[in-house]
């Protein structure tokens, strides 16, 4: 049973992001939520479930890379399983991710919710936004042909558009946008959630989702108040964020876990409940030990990509015809350290350098050492003084250390049942002199 190796070299693309509806990348997914402390998409869906037809709003962080794209798809596919009419996208589409405000989420919220209904046959005709589009366009002095739309979301989209490509006319759309906040916020409600709503019970279907991914991007820059940019959208701004009569999830920074404010956080956007986390896949325990569980499923994730269509045990079987033995496997996933991007780009990095199977130890060593002086080359003497102060620890405390540590993929979380919550480095950096 030998893998084909150019569907192998695919599957291993780091950047690509399971689409968990699609049945033929579904065969990918490995699903790890028995052993990252807890059932968080679960628990996000039956959230939802439980409430409807109740609004709510939940918060959803974790490391970049760590798979928080393909748990929310899988939440979309379960949600539409059970009825409900799901929106997700990616903000980044709409969005900046440098220079974001609120106005600018809402109306990316607008934009791709009103799309998603046209394309379910729902109409989003809308006098408010009629006036409000034409408003900007007039305000701006800048040719955006709305022209006499049926959809809602071509013209907010031939605006967002243009003004994502120009921070000028970006920073001029805001200044009219945002004393307009209150009112844009209640007519998304009025004239676009609440009618959508109806339509949807009167279709015999449950209630509407919003999930809006890549907010956990936003830059962590200080803005003029002192503040970073994430603080004052989700702590200053939360409450109008939280002001959506749907059900929404929100992707936020990791640093935020971390904020003096994460109560006010909690009970401005989170509606009294806490954010939920997705760590990493544990390899190790807290006292060291190897975890056996974790490793067993990284080593699936690895070899599913090979094998897509086998059994566990069949994966398993073939495995010397992916990697010149067993402990070559287990070198690639301690080296990723649980971070499912992290094993994706080491396998990648194999299979571009030797272009053959079976990945050798000469091969993986090298795609080790690549990653290892990419990542020392941006830790100073301070951030190195921090990292052996975790590898004795096991801890992180506040913002600074967390956006030194954490935010450049220095230092890993992990949570279990048994230990709660830890944190140990990044396993590549195991070999550097400046830990010695």
């Known amino acids: 049973m030998a893998p084909e190796l150019r569907q192998f070299f695919r599957a291993c693309n780091p950047g690509k992001t399971i689409r968990f509806e699609d049945p033929e990348e579904r065969q990918y997914y490995i699903d790890f939520s028995s052993i990252r402390g807890g059932e968080v998409i679960e628990e996000l869906g039956q959230t939802i479930a439980l409430m409807d037809p109740d609004p709510t709003c939940q918060l959803f962080s974790g490391h970049i890379g760590c798979g928080k794209s393909t748990e929310l798809l899988r939440l979309k596919a379960e949600l539409q399983d059970k009825g409900f009419h799901v929106v997700y996208f990616e903000s980044s589409e709409d969005l900046d991710m440098g220079d974001v405000d609120v106005s600018d989420i809402l109306l990316a919220i607008a934009h791709q919710v009103s799309e998603s209904l046209e394309a379910a046959k729902i109409s989003t005709q809308s006098s408010y936004f009629t006036g409000l589009l034409q408003e900007c366009v007039d305000f701006l002095k800048t040719p955006v042909e709305l022209g006499v739309e049926a959809e809602l979301s071509l013209g907010i989209g031939k605006l967002t558009a243009k003004t994502k490509e120009s921070p000028q006319l970006r920073s001029q759309l805001r200044q009219y946008l945002e004393p307009r906040t209150e009112s844009l916020l209640s007519a998304i409600n009025r004239e676009l959630l609440q009618p959508a709503q109806e339509e949807l019970t009167k279709q015999g279907k449950q209630g509407l989702v919003v999930i809006i991914d890549n907010l956990d991007r936003v830059d962590n820059r200080r803005i003029a108040s002192g ?124 299979l571009r350098k030797r272009k053959s199977l079976p990945i050798t130890q000469d091969s993986l060593n090298l795609a080790i050492q690549q990653a290892r002086d990419d990542l020392t080359a941006t830790i100073d003497g301070d951030e190195w003084a921090l990292l052996k102060q975790v590898t004795t620890q096991k801890k992180v405390n506040g913002e600074d250390e967390c956006q030194a540590l954490l935010r450049s993929l220095f230092v890993f979380e992990y949570r279990n049942d048994a230990d709660g919550r830890w944190f140990d480095i990044n396993p590549v950096l195991a070999g550097a002199r400046e830990l010695s």
């Open 227 to 350: 503040q970073t940019q994430s603080e004052y959208l989700f702590i200053t701004r939360g409450e109008q964020l939280g002001g959506l009569q749907c059900h929404v999830v929100y992707t936020i920074p990791l640093v935020l876990m971390f904020s003096n404010e994460l109560q006010t956080l909690k009970n401005r956007l989170g509606g009294g409940t806490d954010p939920m986390v997705l760590p990493m896949v544990p390899i190790r325990l807290r006292d060291g030990n190897e975890c056996q569980v974790g490793m067993a499923q990284l080593r699936q994730m690895a070899l599913a990509r090979a094998f897509p269509n086998a059994t566990p045990e069949e994966r398993l079987a073939g495995l010397t015809e992916v990697f010149d033995s067993p402990d070559i496997l287990d070198q690639l996933c301690i080296a990723s350290g649980g971070h499912v991007r992290n094993l994706l780009s080491l396998l990648f990095a194999c």
